[in-house]
């Protein structure tokens, strides 16, 4: 079952989501902080994930001798 990837991909969304709607219903201090956490832990898996793709991409999209080239200083 892939239950694990399911979660993984909605997860972020869902802390944002339920952190939202709490946010707007909070009437306390702790439920207000609690979904400030929730929105935040929200933002920054799905900035992680973003990050990470772009390296991910960039690095599949690399000339095969840029890894091994070398810039030399010049002496003055």
């Known amino acids: 079952m892939q239950l694990e990837k399911y979660w993984y991909e909605a997860s972020p969304f869902i802390y944002t989501v339920v952190g939202g709607y709490f946010l707007g219903r909070s009437d ?21 994930r973003r990050r990470y ?9 690399k000339p095969k001798g840029a890894a091994t080239q070398r810039t030399r200083r010049r002496s003055v």
Not at 31 to 46: D, E, H, V
Not at 55 to 61: P, Q, S
């Open 28 to 48: 306390s201090g702790i439920l207000t902080l609690s979904s400030l956490i929730l929105i935040s832990a929200g933002g920054t898996i799905m900035a992680m």
């Open 53 to 61: 793709q772009l390296k991910a991409r960039a690095a599949t999209h």
